[in-house]
């Protein structure tokens, strides 16, 4: 399977993204999870104002084929969710690093964001998989 990683974003095993934009960190699903999943039909995203841990399972994304739990890569708080998926899942299919799920206000980023996988890493953990 061919599939694409971004280099300046971050990345956890379970195939979310994640990228700082100001003060906040923007999470997505990656390309290789999207191609796995094939026709996404359905997204449950969280409530603004829930908080997470990271590590904390924040949603899930439902294909024809599966569901699967979206894992917040970061603690938080949600800030804004994609609304736009709601009616439109198949965002996700059709440009998975353009297609953001939730944005979160992290509370402990500087430790949590050395944790994530480099784009080298997620490449490797991806291949393994």
């Known amino acids: ?12 095993p379970e195939h979310d993204w994640a990228k700082i934009e100001g003060d906040i960190v923007i999470i997505g699903v990656t390309d290789y999870a999207q191609k796995l999943l094939k026709d996404v039909v359905y997204v449950e995203l ?8 990271s590590k904390d399972i924040f949603g899930s994304i439902e294909s024809v084929k599966a569901v699967s739990e979206l ?8 800030i804004e969710i994609n609304e736009e998926l709601i009616d439109a899942p198949e965002k996700v299919n059709e ?5 953001w799920l939730i944005k979160i ?21 991806c291949k393994l998989a």
């Open 46 to 53: 969280p409530e603004v104002g829930e908080k997470f841990k």
């Open 71 to 78: 894992i917040c890569p970061v603690s938080g708080e949600i």
């Open 1 to 12: 399977m061919t599939y694409k990683v971004e280099p300046d974003l971050k990345y956890i």
């Open 105 to 125: 206000k992290p509370s402990n980023l500087e430790e949590e964001w050395k944790k994530l996988m480099s784009s080298e890493e997620y490449t490797s953990h």
């Open 95 to 99: 440009a998975p690093y353009a297609t």
